[in-house]
């Protein structure tokens, strides 16, 4: 995986890690696209990311939109960090109900 995304443990994780923007929106895409495809549940930590934009926010609320039409479950794990909370805050998300 890139430098974005941590390598996944178990499948179905995802370890998103550094600067989540549009300089990584295509491997996220990607990434994001497979596990829809082959998992129930998919499972995405934030605690390691450092900054994030809103092309990384859309791309996770598709992906959560998707999951959920597709009877998957897609779920935080961990501590969402400051700068992730901070963005949802500046469009007018709660960081709480962005992912429920």
Known sequence: MGKALGETKQSGH???KGAIDISVAAELKATLIEALATEETIRVSLEAVSEIDVTGIQLLWVARREAK????????????????KSVLSDLGLEACAFFE
């Open 14 to 16: 995802l370890q998103l």
């Open 69 to 84: 039409q597709r009877g998957l479950k897609f779920m935080l794990e961990g501590e969402m960090p400051l700068p992730v």
